[in-house]
Nanobody
Framework: QVRLVESGGGSVVPGGSLRLSCEASEHTSMTACMGWFRQVPGATREVVAVADSTGGRKYIPPVKGRFTVSRDNTKRFLFLQMNNLNPQDSGMYYC???????????????????WGQGTQVTVSS
């Protein structure tokens, strides 16, 4: 059973930056894909960015150029550097892991079997 623990959330003013971290208890084939998802009250959880273990990255359009997802050499850690934050970026951010499916990492919630407990990001003036 893979365990994921997020950290790094907080409150910032618009234009500020935060760096989220996610530590997986182990790196296996079940964590070949790791991603960040966010959810606001009353809304569906959505994907934000996904990284595979070979350097592949994918982002939703609203965060391209502002957010950078990365993994460390051990592949156990996933990061999300968030710059120029705006209030629409607020939400609970979750780290999740999944195996590599045919066609690559999924860019949706389905297929992500392991989830962290979430870390809150609040962007407000």
């Amino acid at each position: 059973q893979v365990r994921l623990v997020e950290s790094g959330g907080g409150s910032v003013v618009p234009g500020g930056s935060l760096r989220l971290s996610c530590e997986a208890s182990e790196h296996t084939s079940m964590t070949a894909c790791m991603g960040w998802f966010r959810q606001v009250p009353g809304a569906t959880r959505e994907v934000v960015a996904v990284a595979d273990s070979t350097g592949g990255r994918k982002y939703i359009p609203p965060v391209k150029g502002r957010f950078t997802v990365s993994r460390d050499n051990t592949k156990r850690f996933l990061f999300l550097q968030m710059n120029n934050l705006n209030p629409q970026d607020s939400g609970m951010y979750y780290c999740a892991a999944a195996p590599l499916y045919q066609g690559g990492c999924r860019f949706e919630l389905y297929g992500y079997n392991y989830w962290g407990q979430g870390t809150q990001v609040t962007v407000s003036s």
